[in-house]
């Protein structure tokens, strides 16, 4: 017996640019409305895409239309991932992946691990071991899990006055082990 093909749209992870922005952000305003990421939405949602720290961007294309994001950065003072990798004495500096998202009706199509694995490779090639960190309530803890990320521990981190949120924080496997 044979089944039809699965019309699935065709993926692809490339680096951002400039002209990119517009898309990523109303990804973004999907992905807030549907799953509260990020928690809270960003003044300036274009600049909050490409901060200061700022390494490296990627978007997934899913027949040629934007459907996630991705970047990897500098860690920065009060950033609890790094901290939290640099007490474990490796030597290796901390490179943080961040601003990870994809959109809801893409979800299950590989984008979110296709834009990690990038993450991860640059990282490594810039010399860093990647982290991350994620509101410990979010689902995405799971997804991390299944890369194979390593659970680094627990911070509550403030993030205005009047809020504190705790966050997991997670290292990349070791090189050679599954990262997306």
Known sequence: MTSDPVDTPALSVRPRVPAD???CVGVLALTHA??????????????????????????????????????????????????????RGSGVPAVCV????????ARGLGAGAALTGRAVGEARSLGGHPVLDVVATDPAAAFYARLGWQDLGRVDQRWGPDQVVPLRCYAAPVSGKRTG
Not at 41 to 69: F, K, M, N, S
Not at 98 to 105: E, G, H
Request: hydrophobic share 50%.
């Open 21 to 23: 922005l517009d898309d």
């Open 34 to 87: 549907h799953s509260r990421y990020p928690v809270n939405w960003p003044a300036a949602p274009a600049a909050w895409l490409t901060p200061p720290t700022l390494l490296a961007a990627w978007v997934a294309e899913a027949d040629g239309r934007i459907v996630g994001h991705v970047a990897l950065c500098r860690g920065a003072d009060g950033d609890p991932a790094p901290a939290l990798w640099a007490a």
């Open 98 to 105: 961040n601003r990870l998202f994809v959109a809801p009706k």
